[in-house]
């Protein structure tokens, strides 16, 4: 029997979750059970991403739609510190629903560990708040006796951070080339930094990480 943890990973086909899965691979060494890639939620290019990096690292994935509802029902009493506003914004929700998802796919393997490509710099929760909502999906489904627990890698990685650490990983051309920021989904153009059309949100912040990136390693502009 392996010694390894048994993981669940989200997998979408952006940098964040191809560096992560890259270093459960080469560091934690996780019997990877399944990633989870959510197909409802997310750009059909990044879709496309994350099951060309799932085949090229050789690991199992499934593609899984959002329920149409998130869980935050009469079975569920989200922690006393979550505002109304946390429940109704709409990221915020789709996270609630991919979480749940992943506690139910826990249940049904097995796994002991969720991993998550999940930022600080991403989305406006605190590492407590999501901890809670596993641990509150957990008590609705009655996981209590193989301490299934969320990781979350790079949570305290800014972009330019997860860049160094592609690099550190020998896989930053792969994050270049095979993974997906833009909001766009007509514009694919080449840049330094990967692809995209170079001026939506998630171009502009990965061009500013690229940059930040750069400086880090001694090859930006001087100030």
């Known amino acids: 029997m392996s010694d390894k943890p048994r993981a669940i990973v989200l997998l979408s086909g952006g940098m964040n979750s191809a560096v992560m899965l890259y270093d459960i691979i080469t560091f934690w060494k996780a019997e990877i059970l399944d990633c989870m890639i959510f197909d409802s939620y997310q750009p059909s290019e ?28 009469e079975r569920w009493t989200a922690p006393e510190d979550l505002g109304l506003e946390w429940i109704t914004d709409r990221h915020n929700i789709c996270l609630i629903q991919m979480l749940t998802a992943a506690v139910r796919h826990a249940k049904l393997t097995r796994a002991e560990v969720i991993y998550a490509g999940l930022s600080s ?32 890698p790079l949570w305290g ?36 930094w990967g692809h995209g059309c170079g001026s939506c949100g998630g171009c502009v912040k990965r061009w500013r990480a690229w940059d930040e990136y750069l400086q880090k390693i001694g090859q930006g502009p001087k100030a």
Request: aromatic share 6%; charged share 25%.
């Open 157 to 192: 990685f800014s972009k330019a951070d997860i860049f160094v650490h592609a690099k550190e990983l020998n896989r930053l051309v792969e994050v270049l080339g095979d993974t997906w920021s833009c909001h766009k989904h007509d514009i694919d153009l080449q840049h330094p």
């Open 121 to 152: 710099e991403d989305i406006n929760l605190t590492l407590e708040q999501l901890t809670d909502v596993v641990d509150a999906v957990a008590r609705i489904l009655h996981i209590e006796s193989y301490g299934m627990r969320l990781n979350l």
């Open 46 to 73: 990044e879709v496309i991403c994350a099951r060309a990096l799932a085949e090229k690292c050789g690991v199992s994935f499934s593609l899984w739609d959002l329920e149409p509802e998130p869980i935050v029902s």
